[in-house]
């Protein structure tokens, strides 16, 4: 019982129909709680703390000796070299070709991609003769089509645009169209209930509605388009964090390689973060 | 405008859901139409509103609309059908945006319809943030932004509670009073239909065709609960559509 005040006169009047009918009070006890959980609650700072104590176990770790310098860099280390890539200004040859590949490379990729993937939910001759086409490419590893996207655009910038793109596109337009698929009939009914024009249907309707969707069909989309990344610059690139992993394994630096994927993991995510801004500010009107 | 319909059959892959139905609307009165679940009332109410066409017959149109009317034949939906991600006046703006409305007028329309739904305060309010009730009566207020000449409301107050309902059925006399709308009202709520129809029409099970139309002649705002006459008409139309509910109840869907 929530209201003192009330379970103080209940308690009263059950005692004094006791003592009037000298009935004994029966055992009185709360009922016990069952409902909660099952509901993702924001905890910002358990994330940040379990990094921390993975990241200081390993320092001890490797500071004691339990784990071998060849097993493990140590942490403290690899922020050293961190440091040092950073003030020689290398970090910035390395990461700014890297993410102006990653943007036009996702960029076109998800552009195409959220286009057709609308077309294919909007007109059932274009779903025909896509799905299973996009269904046949979407398995396909598409590392090992870059020696074709090397002869198609060239060694430089064009072959990891293209990979980077094309990655990118199969899981947006199977994201999308879902998406598309899955915008309520009912407020359709009503637009052309009101007679909208098809163009508005879909403008005001139909995309935001599979607004949801196409956003978290990014989130998967974008991941991968940094894991092609690195594979475009494995090959043949000069500077990128791609090749910086590159050389840095080639020589078994270990440190280097793992401020390389540090730098990835950091990527990784800042875009997440910028497409959860985007979420916010696009779906406020969701709870 | 009057709309006409002449015998009026609908199927669906070989299952007739409507057979025969002939029916007149005449301008500025409410049709109630009930019938037992599955009876075909919401696809006739589509079939008039024109988003499905009939398998055999023809709804016309007799006359023309008022010049003011935007959208001449409108729906209220059971569910409400508002946009989400638009607040009350986006929602209501979303219905004129394609008419080539001049800014002035729009807003001017939004505020007339919202006063007259009461709905004014809650201008910037989104659809999550409302109570079933006020999300229908914005249904209602976009419904009455284009000037429909006949409105169609399928259940319109179903999904809300009964306090609510008589709330709005009160809303609903109230505008109908000031302006003498024509209405198509589908309903499962006999209440309802001897409250607000000028006739009633009772469909039969699947395939649905008009048993009876009961005529209702006291005026719209005398129609106190209680009236004797509204229960006796309640009480016949419950005799008549008992053994069709009954039997319809007991049938497969598909069958
Ligand atoms: N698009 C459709 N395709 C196939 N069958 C349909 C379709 N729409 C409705 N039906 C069938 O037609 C019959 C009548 O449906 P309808 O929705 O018109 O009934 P209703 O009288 O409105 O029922 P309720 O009282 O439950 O709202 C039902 O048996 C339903 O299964
Ligand atoms: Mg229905």
């Known amino acids: ?287 | 405008m009057e709309l006409q319909l002449e015998n009026i059959g609908h199927s669906y892959d070989g299952l007739t859901v409507l057979q025969d139905i002939s029916l007149n609307i005449p301008t500025g009165r409410i049709i109630c139409v009930v019938g037992p679940s599955g009876c075909g009332k919401s696809t006739l109410l589509r079939l008039i509103g024109g988003l499905e066409r009939p398998t055999t017959g023809q709804v016309l149109q007799l006359g023309s609309p008022p010049a003011r009317s935007i959208n001449p034949l409108t729906y209220i939906f059971q569910d409400f059908a508002l946009l989400p991600w638009r607040t009350v006046e986006g929602n209501i703006s979303l219905v004129l945006e394609d008419h080539q409305l001049k800014t002035a007028e729009t807003a001017a329309i939004i505020d007339d319809v919202l006063a007259r739904t009461k709905l004014s305060d809650f201008r910037t309010a989104l659809p999550r943030q409302l109570s079933g009730g006020m999300k229908q009566r914005v249904a209602i207020a976009r419904a009455l932004a284009v000037s429909p000449a006949v409105m169609l409301m399928d259940e319109p107050l179903s999904a809300l509670d009964s306090q609510t309902r008589e709330l709005l059925m009160d809303d609903l006399i109230g505008l109908w009073i000031r302006e003498k709308f024509t209405a198509i009202y589908v309903t499962h709520n006999l209440n309802e239909a001897v409250r607000l129809g000028h006739s009633i029409v009772i469909l039969s099970r699947r395939p649905g065709q008009i048993r009876e139309v009961v005529e209702i002649d006291i005026p719209l705002d005398q129609r106190h609960p209680g009236e004797p006459e509204l229960e006796s008409k309640q009480q016949h139309l419950w005799q008549m559509m008992r053994d069709e509910a009954a039997a319809a109840d007991k049938e497969l869907i598909d069958g």
């Open chain 1, 1 to 287: 019982m929530a209201d003192p005040a009330a379970a103080a006169t209940a308690t009263a009047k059950a005692a004094a129909a006791a003592k009037a009918t000298t009935v004994p009070t029966k055992a009185r006890r709360s009922v016990e709680f069952r409902g909660g959980g099952f509901v993702p609650q924001s905890r910002r700072w358990i994330g940040l703390v379990v990094f921390i104590v993975l990241l200081l176990a390993a320092e001890a770790g490797t500071r004691s000796g339990f784990i071998s310098n060849l097993t493990l860099p140590r942490p403290s280390d690899v922020l050293a070299t961190f440091v040092e890539l950073f003030q020689s200004g290398l970090l910035w040859k390395h990461l700014l070709p890297s993410v102006s590949r990653l943007m036009v490379g996702a960029l076109l990729g998800a552009t195409v991609g959220i286009g057709v993937g609308i077309l294919i939910g909007l007109f059932s001759l274009v779903r025909a003769g896509l799905v299973p086409l996009v269904a046949a490419i979407f398995p396909i590893p598409k590392i090992a089509l870059l020696p074709l996207f090397v002869i198609w655009f060239g060694i430089d910038e064009g072959s990891k645009y293209a990979l980077i793109a094309f990655g990118t596109f199969t899981p947006t337009v199977v994201a999308t169209y879902g998406a598309v698929d899955n915008v309520d009939r009912t407020l359709i009914r009503m637009g052309q209930s009101f007679s909208l024009s098809w163009f508005s249907i879909v403008r005001k309707i139909v995309l935001p509605g599979a607004m949801p969707g196409i956003l978290s069909g990014l989130r998967i989309s974008l991941a991968i388009a940094i894991i092609l990344l690195v594979a475009a610059e494995m090959l043949g690139a000069e500077y990128g964090i791609g090749a910086y992993i590159l050389e840095a394994g080639a020589l078994y630096d270990l440190e280097r390689l793992f401020v390389g994927v540090t730098i990835l993991s950091i990527l990784g995510v800042c875009v997440s973060a910028a497409l959860t801004k985007v979420e916010k500010h696009l779906l406020r009107w969701r709870v």
